[in-house]
């Protein structure tokens, strides 16, 4: 595709010469070689208008001699125009003129510029002296690599100036401007570096949107790093804290109280659903809640909650306990066990017993042996008779 371009390129003017007419000459930079970059709506390309399109401008194309030779005696303008300068214009935009054919200087073109208008001769003295090329030139499409590992989409070629503008921003850097060692005389671009690599003047306006989107894309990373980071610290704190319930679950305290619930559950449940019961879990609450499937089936444990399977169970272990305190009276009913005192104490209620029997004991004929109680009582008999006496 052909298309018409208002170029931008930044470079000092080192050498000033005025004319007796008071005209300025200088030498300037006003196209390079490399990678330009441009919006899509300045190529008229569909999509994204302010998309950033990578364009290739090879050495052979730039210093190419039928292209040099059209920079003789092109217009200088102050700014571009708004379209390509032609006679019907001329007198309206030209400030100037290019005197001579471009010329190489390393990756620059340079030609001579003569400026006839004094406003714009005080526009270069104030500060406004960067130089902008306009001009049409073929883009022919097809993504590549330069040598230097620079990618781009387009590639320029057949390219013909048209016209210079003097502008306060250039394309193609704060370098091509006119030639000037006054200080103070120039303005310097405000560059940064983008994060997708690109060096944009910030002082532009032009680069107001590209500016902002790059700020807008390293804003979300750090905000998206930021939430990872706070996401990675919290799940080490839980794992810090797990660590140091691990730590304590596992010291010798804690698994000895550990075995001995488990125990402890073990005896109760055995209590509950019988001495043949086993389990081989060491959770205590299903060792109940497997205690409980046995002694009342009827029900289905597996849903029941822990503080349900507690009650449960306890309710069991001290049903049975309540049994074991019982026994038949023998008339279809249960009345509570005789409960037998033990040791010394049982000894001595053994004695009391015979005692109670002996008393309650009929006369015996005067043949039969005397019972110990009557063997007692005839001896206190004969105790108190002696004391008569």
Same mark, same amino acid.
């Given at each position: 595709?052909?298309?018409?371009?208002?170029?931008?390129?930044?470079h000092?003017?080192?050498? &000033?010469?005025? =004319?007796?007419?008071?005209?300025?000459?200088?030498?300037?930079?006003?196209?390079?070689?490399?990678?330009?970059?441009?919006?899509?709506?300045?190529?008229?390309?569909?999509?994204?208008?302010?998309?950033?399109v990578?364009?290739?401008?090879?050495?052979?194309?730039?210093?190419?001699?039928?292209?040099l030779?059209t920079?003789?005696?092109?217009?200088? =303008?102050?700014?571009?125009?708004?379209?390509l300068?032609?006679?019907?214009?001329y *007198?309206?935009?030209?400030?100037?003129?290019?005197?001579?054919?471009?010329?190489?200087? +390393? /990756?620059?073109? #340079?030609?001579?510029?003569?400026?006839?208008?004094? *406003?714009? #001769?005080?526009?270069?003295?104030?500060?406004?002296?960067?130089?902008?090329?306009?001009?049409?030139?073929?883009y022919?499409?097809?993504?590549?690599?330069?040598?230097?590992?620079?990618?781009?989409?387009? @590639?320029?070629?057949? #390219?013909? #100036?048209?016209?210079?503008?003097?502008?306060? *921003?250039?394309r193609?850097?704060g370098?091509?401007?006119?030639?000037?060692?006054?200080?103070?005389?120039?303005?310097?671009?405000?560059?940064?570096? @983008?994060? !997708?690599? &690109?060096?944009? /003047?910030?002082?532009?306006?032009?680069?107001? $949107?590209?500016?902002?989107?790059?700020?807008?894309?390293?804003?979300?990373?750090a905000?998206?790093?930021?939430?990872?980071?706070?996401?990675?610290?919290a799940?080490?704190?839980?794992?810090?804290?797990?660590?140091v319930?691990?730590? *304590?679950?596992?010291?010798?305290?804690?698994?000895?109280?550990?075995?001995?619930?488990?125990?402890s559950?073990?005896?109760?449940?055995?209590?509950?659903?019988?001495?043949?019961f086993?389990?081989?879990?060491?959770?205590?609450?299903?060792?109940?809640?497997?205690?409980?499937?046995?002694?009342?089936p009827?029900?289905?444990?597996?849903?029941? !909650?822990? +503080?349900?399977?507690?009650?449960?169970?306890?309710?069991e272990?001290?049903k049975?306990?309540?049994?074991?305190?019982?026994?038949?009276?023998?008339?279809?009913?249960?009345?509570?066990?005789?409960?037998k005192?033990?040791?010394?104490?049982?000894?001595?209620?053994?004695?009391?017993?015979?005692?109670?029997k002996?008393?309650?004991?009929?006369?015996? =004929?005067?043949d039969?042996?005397?019972?110990?109680? $009557?063997?007692?009582?005839?001896s206190? !008999?004969?105790?108190?008779?002696?004391?008569?006496?």
């Amino acid at each position: 595709m052909k298309c018409t371009v208002f170029d931008r390129s930044s470079h000092r003017i080192t050498h &000033r010469e005025y =004319t007796d007419e008071g005209f300025l000459k200088v030498p300037g930079r006003v196209a390079r070689t490399g990678i330009q970059e441009y919006l899509a709506r300045e190529l008229g390309l569909d999509g994204d208008p302010n998309r950033i399109v990578r364009v290739y401008r090879p050495e052979d194309e730039v210093f190419n001699d039928s292209s040099l030779g059209t920079y003789d005696g092109a217009t200088v =303008t102050n700014d571009h125009p708004k379209e390509l300068v032609t006679a019907k214009n001329y *007198k309206a935009v030209a400030v100037g003129e290019v005197r001579g054919s471009g010329r190489r200087d +390393g /990756d620059f073109v #340079i030609c001579d510029l003569i400026i006839k208008d004094q *406003k714009t #001769i005080d526009d270069i003295n104030a500060g406004k002296c960067e130089l902008s090329a306009g001009y049409t030139a073929e883009y022919v499409h097809g993504p590549g690599v330069t040598a230097d590992g620079q990618e781009y989409e387009y @590639t320029q070629r057949n #390219i013909i #100036i048209n016209h210079q503008a003097v502008v306060t *921003k250039a394309r193609a850097g704060g370098i091509a401007r006119v030639f000037d060692h006054n200080p103070g005389g120039n303005t310097m671009p405000v560059l940064i570096t @983008t994060d !997708s690599g &690109r060096s944009v /003047d910030v002082a532009d306006p032009a680069n107001a $949107q590209v500016v902002a989107d790059s700020f807008d894309r390293l804003l979300k990373r750090a905000t998206d790093a930021e939430t990872k980071a706070d996401k990675a610290q919290a799940t080490a704190d839980k794992a810090a804290e797990d660590l140091v319930e691990a730590r *304590k679950a596992s010291g010798d305290v804690a698994i000895g109280e550990r075995v001995k619930a488990i125990s402890s559950a073990q005896a109760l449940a055995r209590k509950v659903a019988g001495d043949e019961f086993t389990c081989d879990s060491l959770d205590v609450i299903e060792i109940k809640r497997a205690a409980l499937a046995v002694a009342l089936p009827k029900r289905d444990w597996s849903d029941k !909650s822990a +503080g349900y399977v507690e009650a449960a169970f306890d309710a069991e272990s001290d049903k049975d306990e309540e049994e074991e305190e019982e026994e038949d009276d023998g008339k279809g009913g249960k009345k509570p066990k005789d409960k037998k005192p033990m040791g010394d104490t049982a000894a001595l209620f053994a004695q009391f017993v015979q005692l109670a029997k002996d008393g309650a004991t009929p006369g015996v =004929t005067a043949d039969a042996a005397p019972t110990p109680y $009557q063997a007692h009582k005839q001896s206190l !008999s004969g105790a108190h008779k002696q004391k008569g006496a």
